[in-house]
């Protein structure tokens, strides 16, 4: 009775699941009997089986049994295996994944009664041949609980099982497989069980870079089948994927500016107003309490903005589902066919383009914030100090050996290098050449002298023409360097005084580049606290103490600044804090500020050299508040008088103009007035309130002197 009543019940799952698919399809459903004799072993070659197996399609039968909470576990990824294959044609060969010990149904070791959940699984039937292995079609069930056991009210035999069954069902050969359910599983079904990735989803969005494309989604693979390299291959066949998506809009855009613009906000994860209509006007309208619209996303961010903005949709991407990640991949490789009224190459020609619009506009860098230009000079300036200061000194030694005396009397090294190639060889040097010299000199004509009168007496060596031309084309190149250096550091100091011009006013040029060139580019200084900013260059030095634990460094880099250099010892540390202070602020100010200035820069300047007196005098200091006030104010003034033009200073005003000039001038009166009566008041309120305690006492005073007269 037992096994007809499990045969009837087969019988209706078959039914329901049969209305569910579209079109020609088998369906396969598996039984076993509970009891000692019944087992999970077919006869492939009588096609019989010791359970009951309805089926439409003749399958090859083969079981594999395993514990079901080994099933539902996260660190099992490879639930399912082909019993079949010649990997596990004997128990020996069969492999244990993951610790899970994996068993061949058959009469000696299958046990009706042990924790076992049976799983028949089926693979997609490509050939159309029916035979085991690669191209065998399988099906597979499940017990839906975790001990297998669920007892039966009024059963007799309380142990008996009873299954979850889920059919999958093989629509054509070589298609997809669609999984149907008689029963949603219960809750208890195991928790370690990826349902994101089995998810399903109702539509799929395609950013293209001709405009959005809305797929509805018809047919879809479940998790096992997404395994299946049949199934991945399909993606590739039109015909096959073509059935599996329908377009259901595309809205192109109606230019490459507004193309640009919604890609750009796409990257941005923010839904466009010409986004949000197509999503409105194209999906169903769902309040979200019960059932909701799953959207396939391929950009995590517009996923999660999308699920902002409409409540009643939820969004999967590649990341929670496999299906999706499959569907916008073969979107993506035939959406020339996909979309309506494209030609062929449209899609990628547009892409080209849309792409090189998008990265130009990525890397294009503004006038104020081009800082990568301020880390290549200050890296060049750096070497080619290295470089000149050798070649100088190389110079210096190679020409000595000529006219010593001429080291001593000029110690500038490019002024050194002119004065070789000037003088040449020292027997030719006379009293003639002294206007030239002078020249070279900065008009001084005493060391002019100095230095024809040392070539009369010299004691160097005599030098050949060939040697001396060598010499006189090393000096040349040497002198062209230092130019080249020269121009460098001028190209720095007017790209900073354009970037970072509060910082550069505070520190000097040298010093604030070599912070931005470390810390990367303005932005990352900007972001650095106090702390990080004033031990910036001494990494090593930090680490080295933290290893040995002694003193960590006060300084890095700051400590080539003017101020660290004027401070006491004792008062290094501390100046180097706040020094560190202020250049935190000055590069926040030049990041984030639109327009540029150096006030600030100015004011900062002069609260460190107040800092310093403070240390040395103990002269108080300004408050920062104040400071910071007055910048303001001179910066609010600056912009007042910057409207007046001032050549069409002598241009006659028209009215409306004066009117306005003389508006805001009488406000800024009354504002003065306002301000200067309000310090007053605040001024003599102490005084008020001392001179009416001593009333008050004096009150009290009469008072206690009329008592004692009475």
Known sequence: MKFQALSLLAL????????????????????FADDEEGSCQADNANKTTTGLVLTTFDLPSAYTCFNLSDIFSQSNNTGFMNATSKVYESDYDLREPNGVHWLLCNQDNFDSKANYSRVWYEQVNQTGEIKAGEDAPWVFYIYAFEDCQQMLAGSEDSSEEWPWFENSCQTEIGAITNTFRDAEPPSNCGTGWDQDKMSHIDYALYESPVGYALFKVVHQQDAVGLKLKETQAAANDLA??????????????????EALENINLVSEGIVSDYLKSVLELNLPQTSGKKTKVVLGVSEKNLAGAIKGVFPGIECETADTSDIVGDVIRGIRLHADKLLGGLKSGDVEKAGLGMGHAYSRAKVKFSVTRNDNHIIQASATIDFQDKGVNQFFMRVREWYGWHFPELIKIVSDNLTYAKLVLAIGDKKSLNDDKLHDLALLLGEDGEKAQAIIDAAKVSMGLDISPADLEIVHGFAEAVVKQAENRKSTALYLEKKMSNVAPNLQTLIGTPVAARLISHAGSLTNLSKYPASTLQILGAEKALFRALKSKSNTPKYGLIYHSSFIGK???????????????????????????????TRFGEALKQQVEDRLEFYATGKKPAKNTDVMKSVMDLIDDGDDAADEDEEMADVPEPESAKKSKKEKKEKKDKKDKKEKKRKRDEEEAPAAKEVDGEKKKKKKKRKSEVADDE
């Not at 209706?12 to 039984?31: C, D, H, K, R, Y």
């Not at 994927?241 to 109606?254: H, T």
């Open 12 to 31: 209706l799952s078959l039914s329901v699941s049969a209305q569910e698919v579209t079109g020609n399809g088998n369906i396969t459903v598996a039984f």
């Open 240 to 257: 096959k994927f073509g059935k599996m998506v329908k377009l259901a809009n595309f809205s192109p855009f109606r230019g490459h500016v």
């Open 567 to 597: 401070a006491s010892v004792r008062n290094k540390g501390r100046i180097s804090r706040y020094l560190a202070n202020k250049c935190s602020m000055a590069s926040r100010i030049d990041n984030f500020s639109e327009e540029s200035s």
